[in-house]
Nanobody
């Protein structure tokens, strides 16, 4: 059974930082590209960042100067370091495993507010 479990969300003030984690099980993690998305209330789910099995990275233009994606294959975990957070970053953040199949986590809420 494949599971992706996000953690690390919460309430943070504008300008603050958070690091999200997504722990995977039931897949050969190193074979999958891993990505982060987010969905704000009433909006579509948007792509944020992806890291390939070979550690190539791509980012959405809106976050590339503030967010960093990384992975630890030994821990089957992908991370999203988020800096200089803004109220418009408030959303549910999801990780996705992309390979022979696609899998999604359940999401973690990030709220940026003073």
């Amino acid at each position: 059974q494949v599971q992706l479990v996000e953690s690390g969300g919460g309430l943070v003030q504008p300008g603050g930082s958070l690091r999200l984690s997504c722990a995977a099980s039931g897949i050969i993690f190193s074979d999958y590209a891993m990505a982060w998305y987010r969905q704000a209330p009433g909006k579509q789910r948007d792509f944020l960042a992806i890291i390939s099995s070979g550690n190539s990275r791509n980012y959405a233009g809106s976050v590339k100067d503030r967010f960093t994606i990384s992975r630890d294959n030994a821990k089957n975990t992908v991370y999203l370091q988020m800096n200089s957070l803004k109220p418009e970053d408030t959303a549910v953040y999801y990780c996705r495993a992309t390979g022979m199949d696609n899998y999604w986590g359940q999401g973690t809420q990030v709220t940026v507010s003073s």
